[in-house]
């Protein structure tokens, strides 16, 4: 249980400086390019600890697993994590992405319910409503640059959310290590051939692949971004799983909120924070330990 509380701090200090250090790159790199590299860089990282629990486990991968997979990934990268990087570039701080994103454990409520049969209870709803309130209070509905960075957050939330329970429904017999690092890896790909088709037909340079600035800092921290935040977080998040259980390991997305507003004050000083902000924090971690561990006490 002690290496589980480990991990899973590990896992939630690695990716609560996934949105202020993307901050510090995006006029430099844009966002499909960040994604990119970030899950190319990450996804080869986890892969050879992928393959280990194959041979180990002796698992039988089928064509019917790998587009499933392929389909996953492509998904989770090219809609989720794109909306994701937009709403950092589009943010007055790199906080209010961070805190919203964190939201996505309570809407997977939603998709569980429609699409596992999961039984809505009192305490989801008190999760829902919790989660709602603290997306709301991260709104400036005066703002139009925050408000559009509010829908892009929220968006990949959703999705990521989706993406979730998707693969609880169709990925149970694979272990999170295989399904993310293959998927992330044909997700990559995937986005990689939208890239060069967009950049070729379009000469546009929001679709270009490579930094617009290519120095020391950038380089730093993509490398950052894919080995430690993707590739180093997501392996944690897995320990914690396996030393104590989904619980345990959710417990990374609980506190990455209440962390979040001092982190990106450490990386980003110019981040504007805001009562608003914190309070969207109190709610949005009231509503994980709802949606999350008061389940456990209860059982």
């Known amino acids: 249980m002690k290496k589980g509380i480990l991990f899973a701090a590990l896992t939630a200090i690695l990716f609560v400086t996934l949105e202020p250090v993307s901050a510090l790159i995006k006029e430099d790199v844009t966002p499909f390019a960040i994604t990119l590299w970030r899950f190319i860089i990450g996804s080869v990282m986890m892969l050879p600890f992928a393959i280990m629990k194959i041979k180990k486990e002796q698992i039988k991968i089928t064509g019917k697993d790998i587009a499933l997979i392929g389909l996953l990934g492509a998904f989770v990268i090219c809609l989720s994590m794109i909306a994701l990087q937009i709403g950092v ?127 020391t800092n950038v380089i730093l921290n993509l490398v950052y971004l894919g080995i430690f935040v993707t590739g180093l977080g997501y392996l944690f998040y897995f320990k914690a799983m396996e030393h104590g259980g989904a619980i345990m390991a959710s417990f990374a997305f609980f506190i990455k909120p209440i962390l979040t507003p001092f982190v990106s004050l450490i990386i980003v000083p110019e981040a504007k924070l805001s009562w608003q902000m914190f309070a969207a924090v109190v709610c949005i971690a009231l509503a994980s330990y709802f949606a999350t561990y008061y389940k456990k006490k209860n059982s």
Not at 118 to 135: F, M, P, Q, R, Y
Not at 200 to 212: H, Q, R, V
């Open 89 to 215: 570039k589009k943010a007055d701080s790199p906080a209010l992405i961070a805190i919203i994103f964190s939201s996505n454990s309570i809407f997977t409520i939603l998709f569980s319910i429609f699409i596992l049969k999961d039984k809505l209870t009192s305490n989801k709803i008190i999760a829902l409503i919790l989660g709602i309130i603290g997306v709301l209070l991260c709104a400036d509905f005066s703002s139009g640059t925050n408000l559009e960075s509010v829908a892009y957050a929220v968006f990949a939330s959703l999705s990521f959310s989706l993406y979730t329970v998707l693969s609880k429904k169709f990925m149970k017999k694979f272990g999170g290590i295989i399904q993310t690092s293959f998927g992330f890896l044909f997700g990559s790909i995937a986005l990689l051939i939208f890239l060069l088709i967009m950049g070729a037909a379009t000469k546009d340079p929001a679709y270009t692949i490579m930094p617009s600035v290519i120095n």
